[in-house]
């Protein structure tokens, strides 16, 4: 029983981490020059790629909850690249490109054999 909630607390990890990384790079990535006036933020409508990352993602999702650090990283760079190529769902693109490279990186140390896929 203790299984499944140590791979939720991964994933919820893995998530934390994610969101703490794309909120720092959309911060760092969106200061302007001092002297600049600041303008209202333009407000964006997602595009419908983005409303169905989870559910493409849904297989890795499953996997890092049932149990597996491996899961969770295969999850997290599964939702970095589906946002990616849906545009950057308003985080930065570079950071999206950062997540899915490492956490990929990570998978990759940690890859069970080819059945696991």
């Known amino acids: 029983m203790k299984k499944p909630i140590r791979a939720m607390k991964s ?3 893995v998530l934390m981490l994610l969101g703490f990384s794309l909120s720092f790079s959309t911060m760092t990535s969106s200061r302007g020059s001092t002297g600049a006036t600041i303008e209202p933020p333009t407000i964006e409508v997602e595009p419908q790629e983005c409303s169905e990352c989870e ?3 849904k297989p890795w ?13 295969k999850a ?6 589906c946002n990616l190529d849906a545009g ?4 930065s693109k570079e950071a999206l490109q950062k ?4 956490n990929e990186k990570l998978a990759k140390e940690l890859e069970p054999d080819s059945n696991w896929k």
């Open 55 to 57: 559910g493409k993602c």
């Open 11 to 13: 994933f919820a990890v």
């Open 99 to 102: 997540c899915y490279e490492e």
């Open 61 to 73: 999702i499953d996997k890092c909850k049932a149990g597996g650090q491996y899961g969770c990283y």
């Open 76 to 81: 997290a760079a599964c939702l970095c690249k």
């Open 88 to 91: 950057g769902c308003g985080s």
